[in-house]
């Protein structure tokens, strides 16, 4: 799947050169020319794995946007500040606000390039999962395809059993399950059902997870716990 890049800049001429630069690395370009509020639903629905803010010299518009998208959470992507303002203020201001990195100009196009892939490449280890079997929930992705776990950049490892368990509360996370049924579900029948079972598999998955990921709903069964856990 193709990385997909964001190029936001009030000046033509230097949007068109940067995609042209993404395009040759292979990434998917699109650009925004203002970098003001009313496009920001734009580059939510882009969904891209870099918005790449032109901060123009004087002005903040880039880190206002910036702010703006960090804030909202609507998009997973990363968002990189590129501007010839050396000054440190500008660049902490930056930082303040959520951006991922900021560039300075000048800088070689073929090293901006790189940068920018390796940015993708080792803050983004989900690309190549399946989303057909994927499910987000708080900081943790699952897909069952693939049978891989994700939180932020760590990946976990579960036996099958455990995994199918965590799965099948990620499917549906505002119900609570009984232990019958998840034993059902996961185990596919009754046959030697011991309730002490599911309990032993969520400790597990508790101690390589997270403690407070699942919820114990006293004299019920299991339920994941609300975002912000």
Not at 62 to 71: P, T, V, W
Not at 183 to 198: F, G, H
Request: aromatic share 10%; with cysteine.
């Amino acid at each position: 799947m193709q990385s997909k890049i964001v190029v936001v800049s009030k000046f033509r001429q230097n949007a068109d050169d940067l995609k042209s630069l993404f395009l040759k690395e292979g990434f998917e370009v699109f650009s925004v020319s203002e970098p003001t509020s009313s496009n920001i639903e734009l580059i939510n629905n882009l969904s891209p794995d870099v918005v790449f803010l032109e901060l123009e010299h004087g002005g903040f518009d880039a880190i206002d946007l910036c702010y703006q998208l960090k804030k909202e959470k609507k998009m997973n992507g990363f968002v990189v500040i590129y501007s010839s303002q050396h000054e440190e203020y500008v660049q902490l201001e930056a930082y303040k606000v959520g951006a991922d990195d900021f560039i300075l100009k000048p800088i070689n196009n073929r090293l901006l390039s790189k940068k920018i892939s390796a940015l993708i490449k080792h803050t983004n280890p989900l690309k190549g999962i399946s989303k057909s079997n994927t499910i987000v929930f708080n900081n943790i992705v699952i897909d069952r395809e693939s049978y891989t776990i994700m939180r932020g950049t760590e990946k976990i490892e579960l036996p099958k059993k455990e995994f199918e368990l965590l799965y099948l509360l990620f499917k549906n996370p505002q119900k609570i399950y009984t232990r019958n049924e998840i034993y059902k579900s996961v185990w596919d029948n009754l046959d030697n059902y011991n309730p002490r079972i599911i309990d032993v598999h969520v400790r597990k998955i508790r101690e390589k997870v997270g403690d407070t990921l699942i919820n114990t709903v006293k004299g019920v069964g299991y339920q994941l716990a609300k975002p912000g856990y």
